[in-house]
């Protein structure tokens, strides 16, 4: 009798937007979590909740990560962090064949450990969020994700389950760092994902905030325990996806086209010292400072939050398009020679600040920054 107090007290704010059946005993509800794929949307894996009751027909695999390119101004709200996702659901068996058969992405499956009425409540919940009113949400990627809504469903179903403290191995980085365990260092998306990430990315993650990626919520399920009984049966695979090669170096990407192009302007500013490059230094701090404008844009400009407060913008400096066509002329008031002084201090910090973070950025900062320093006179020269 007390089961059906609980469950009509969960039912009747809902009454008439949805019907939701009561699970069986045999029901089980199931954490799936998906290995990283080869693009960039799928770079970090997948989660999903798995509802499985043979006795009432229920096969609902649910998912947090879905989003519909037909979207009106589709690119334009995901530039601005304002594109929608929103819960749905699949059955296993399509999950099944679409993971291991067309993407070759390993499946492991964790059977919860949950008392009738905690299944219940986590079916209920997603049940909800399912309705046209609730399935939308502002995707957030290290706040509020698929991983991380699944972590809380779970911690709300079994409170005190999780022992974070002692998740030793699941602290200790920041959001960037945990990011970019799953990019390849010399690779020019990992190299714009972190240029567009600002002071919020490099905040140290506890063992819960580190469960926006779904192997770490994988490895806190395993950890977790009630009464001193593990919460899930272990992990098993429904398919183990190959190794993937070993990749050659990418001697096209940041790491050697920035060192190559930041020598080869070292060589030409020790060359032409007396400004015969205006058109030269025109066109590369136009380039620069649109990239800056973008960045600062991102950073003030839309709902990312992690893309606030970006040092890239003192690295590469907004102000200094349009500036450039008044500095970088021959024949220049002292102002703006004092203007590129003030902005090779700034770059300097720049390049410093983002060097403790992810030193390839500051890569990106050598290029104004040995230009800067031949048209700040730093050095006695003939104006010839």
Partial sequence: MKKFYLYLFLFLPFIGSAVIPLLSPRAQVSLVTFAPGKE???????AVIWVNDPDQGIDR????????????????????????????????????????????????IQNLKLTDSQKMQIFTALEINLLPKNKNYQYKFFYDNCSSRLRDMIEKASPGAFKWK??????GKSYRDWMNDYLKTNSWVTFGMNLALGVPANHLANASESCYLPDNLNLSVQLAEVNGQK???APFDVFVSKPSEPESYDWFGPIPFLSLISLLILLVSI???????????????????ILAWFIFFLAVGTDHEV???????LLLFPLNF????????????????YYCRIAWVLTSIGMLWTFFYFPWIAMLGLIPLIRLFFLADFIKKSHD
């Fill in 61 to 108: 695999a649910y998912s947090y990560g879905t989003f519909d390119f037909n979207t009106d101004n589709f690119y334009f709200k995901f530039l601005k962090g304002t594109l929608p996702y929103s819960i749905s659901f699949n059955s296993m068996n399509d999950l099944v064949y679409y993971y291991s058969e067309i993407e070759k992405r390993g499946i492991q």
């Fill in 307 to 313: 893309m606030g407060y970006n040092p890239s913008s």
């Fill in 271 to 289: 060359k032409k010292r007396n400004k015969e490059i205006y058109l030269f230094d025109v066109l590369l701090f136009s380039i620069l400072g």
């Fill in 322 to 337: 349009p500036a450039v066509l008044w500095f970088a002329r021959k024949n220049k008031a002292d102002f703006w020679t």
């Fill in 40 to 46: 960039l949307h799928a770079a970090f894996g997948h």
């Fill in 166 to 171: 002692n998740y030793k191995n699941l602290e």
């Fill in 231 to 233: 919460l899930a049966d």
